[in-house]
């Protein structure tokens, strides 16, 4: 992979953090934006925004993957999240370091590509996913999902492989945090130990919550109150929970959904799986710090951000009969600072002298000709607009990858094939 190197972009059109456009110039020094407006000053690796047409934007961050499910691509659509959980289930039995890793190598490769430069995980397995991490000079939050011992395929007990995957992590760009599967997997002994440890080494917690109506209602009739209602009355609903999906919510809910960290939306997911539209538009106008996920490709078939976004702002546009619902301006800020924010209190992020330089260019071809670069990204846009893609100031993409990267992807790949279990 590529080591740290300065770059100078020049003369590209640049959408801040804060919805700003600007033109200038951008020099990455040591991983990090040195200087933005006329720069003169000569650097390794030059790429000439003006002339190439290429527009500047903050990394995208995506809040909910799974992406060692790569292989399940396409291997569960039309299922209902039951038969999907149990399928998956039957795969994960089998899993195995080896596969984690390489499947983690392509999820993180279609990320790169897709202009990702920053994940939330939620798997078990993440000191495999780590090293694909380090080995692609990648960043991520890797979240080991912890849920009953009698509820799992992990080997040992999930509280102790967690611990020891916080302890022992050291890949540079990695940042370990705790996953829960769900109400329906994890007692409540087991997401107060989760939540015990997580306060052990100052690291946030993501769960899946509300997905379905099925469990809501199988919980309000186990417990007589709600998934959200139990997590609050408990004391696990605060500013340290990335709450994923959040679709079957009433108005008592959303308002105590509203004082968690912040909410994962995966509209892509929740409509392949035909789980619902959750009350985004709610949620926000009461607070709610809103961010986007994909969710796994074997719920999804793309990490692909800029589906997030629009599919997303347009569901809740239909779904509430009105074309403003969710703006382009706030759906992008979901997909940015919103998620920044959360992960990291928005320490250094976004195109600003100072900030790590998490920087995605896209070339303005015939389906980026609007008046506005926000709603460009936000509509029009796809991953075959991403020209280059800069983690930490490293170069990982640019229109495609380097060889020693390509090789690595490629060898990923060929391991897959030769070994995915059979369903």
């Given amino acids: 992979m590529m080591e740290k190197?300065?770059?100078l972009i020049k003369g590209a059109k640049v959408l801040r953090e804060d919805m700003q456009e600007v033109h200038a110039d951008i020099l990455i020094k040591d991983g990090v934006i040195s200087k933005i407006g006329k720069v003169e000053e000569k650097a390794e690796t030059v790429i000439n925004a003006k002339s190439e047409g290429l527009a500047a934007i903050p990394g995208l961050i995506n809040t909910h993957a799974h992406i060692a499910m790569n292989p399940l691509r396409g291997m569960t659509d039309g299922l209902s999240l039951g038969d999907f959980l149990d399928k998956t289930s039957k795969f994960d039995a089998k899993?195995?370091?080896?596969?984690?890793?390489?499947?983690?190598?392509?999820?993180i490769a279609e990320m790169i590509s897709n202009g990702i430069t920053d994940f939330v995980d939620f798997y078990y397995g993440e000191d495999a996913v780590a090293k694909a991490v380090g080995d692609m000079s990648y960043q991520g939050n890797l979240a080991w999902v912890i849920l009953d011992k009698d509820k799992t395929t992990q080997k040992g007990d999930p509280i102790s492989n967690a611990e020891r995957f916080i302890r022992n992590e050291k890949h540079i760009g990695v940042n370990p945090m705790i996953s829960i599967q769900g109400v329906y997997a994890a007692s409540k002994g087991t997401i107060k130990s989760a939540y015990e440890l997580a306060e052990k080494y100052g690291k946030n917690v993501t769960m899946h919550i509300a997905e379905t109506k099925f469990e809501v209602d199988e919980h309000r009739k186990k417990y007589g109150i709600s998934p959200v209602?139990?997590?609050?009355?408990?004391?696990?609903?605060?500013?340290?929970?990335?709450?994923?999906?959040?679709?079957?919510?009433?108005k008592k809910e959303i308002k105590i959904i509203a004082n968690s960290g912040a909410v994962s939306y995966n509209p892509t997911?929740?409509?392949?799986?035909?789980s619902g539209i959750p009350p985004i538009y709610e949620m926000s106008k009461n607070g709610a710090r809103i961010t986007f996920g994909t969710d796994s490709v074997a719920s999804n078939n793309s990490l692909n951000l800029f589906e997030e976004m629009k599919y997303g702002t347009l569901l809740q546009c239909a779904r509430l009969n009105n074309p403003s619902a969710i703006t382009a301006k706030e759906a992008f800020g979901f997909a940015t600072l919103n998620a920044a924010n959360f992960l990291y209190g928005n320490r250094n992020y976004g195109i600003k002298e100072g900030s790590k330089a998490d920087i995605v260019l896209l070339r303005k071809s015939v389906n980026m000709t609007g008046n506005d670069l926000v709603n460009d990204v936000?509509?029009?846009?796809?991953?075959?607009n991403v020209a280059a893609t800069i983690v930490?100031?490293?170069?990982?993409?640019?229109?495609?990858?380097?060889?020693?990267?390509?090789?690595?992807?490629?060898?990923?790949?060929?391991?897959?094939?030769?070994?995915l279990p059979e369903n």
């Fill in 5 to 7: 190197e300065s770059i």
């Fill in 95 to 107: 899993n195995s370091p080896e596969m984690i890793y390489s499947s983690a190598i392509l999820g």
């Fill in 229 to 250: 209602e139990w997590m609050y009355k408990n004391g696990f609903m605060n500013k340290k929970l990335l709450a994923v999906h959040c679709v079957w919510l009433n």
């Fill in 269 to 274: 997911s929740n409509m392949k799986l035909g």
């Fill in 378 to 384: 936000v509509y029009s846009a796809n991953p075959s």
């Fill in 392 to 419: 930490r100031g490293k170069l990982l993409y640019r229109d495609g990858f380097d060889e020693n990267t390509a090789r690595v992807i490629k060898k990923a790949s060929k391991y897959i094939s030769e070994h």
